[in-house]
């Protein structure tokens, strides 16, 4: 399987970072390829210009998307079988709201059929969004935030333009100058990419 994976992270000394080698250790263990699209090296522009905000509202799947600042990879994970996509918070990254905002887009990854139902235009069958946090897994399903992201992001915005499959995980607990739960999410991490 070929795997897209986006980093959505400006450091490479982050945790996040780890997790990236981490889960892409575990998908080459597994024997799968995979890409990497990170959206801050490429330069990813997350605000949506004029243009596109008009061609958003237009109604009109014909006319061409992300018209002005289209770089070279920033479409790939729409044809890829698989997506991987890490944001830095729960909060969801500016660059990853930008990519979903700008790509994810009508006309690109979907179009509505005349009952206003959402038809697919990706090739994505599966996506996984790892995401880690200060508070642990526990806390925030218990707060409900772990249920407002799973609604957004995995129900309406990948499941609910065609993805197959699309999972969230949480590695919790890793709040600054605490590595307690640092292992075991790596652990995690690795796994995953080694099941995915
Ligand atoms: C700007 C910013 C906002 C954050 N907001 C939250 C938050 O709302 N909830 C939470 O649990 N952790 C929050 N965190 C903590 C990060 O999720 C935590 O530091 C991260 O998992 C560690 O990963 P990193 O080294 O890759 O940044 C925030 C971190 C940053 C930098």
Redesign the pocket.
């Known amino acids: 399987m070929h795997v897209y994976v986006i980093l959505a ?1 400006p ?1 490479g000394r ?4 780890s ?1 990236f080698e981490a889960f892409t250790r575990g998908l080459s263990d597994a024997g799968h390829s995979f890409e990497v699209g990170d959206l801050y090296a490429m330069g990813f522009r997350s605000e949506m210009d004029e243009t596109q905000y008009l061609r958003e509202i237009s109604g009109n799947p014909d006319l061409p998307c992300l018209p002005t600042s289209r770089r070279a990879g920033e479409d790939q994970p729409l044809r890829c079988p698989c997506v991987y996509l890490p944001p ?4 969801l990254s500016a660059k990853l709201k930008g990519w979903f905002d700008r790509v994810l887009t009508c006309g690109y990854a979907y179009l509505y059929d005349t009952s206003g139902a959402r038809k697919t235009r990706m090739s994505v069958r599966k996506a996984l969004v790892i995401c ?4 642990t897994a526990e806390h ?1 399903e218990a707060t409900g935030v772990v249920e407002s992201m799973r609604r957004v992001m995995i129900q309406d915005r990948l499941l609910g333009i065609g993805v197959k499959e699309a999972h969230l995980e949480i ?2 607990g ?3 100058l605490d590595d307690s739960h640092r292992e075991e999410n790596l652990r995690r991490a690795y796994e995953l990419g080694r099941g995915f």
């Open positions: 992270h450091s982050s945790f996040s970072r997790v830095l918070v729960e909060r880690s946090t200060g508070h925030l590695l919790g890793m709040m600054p």
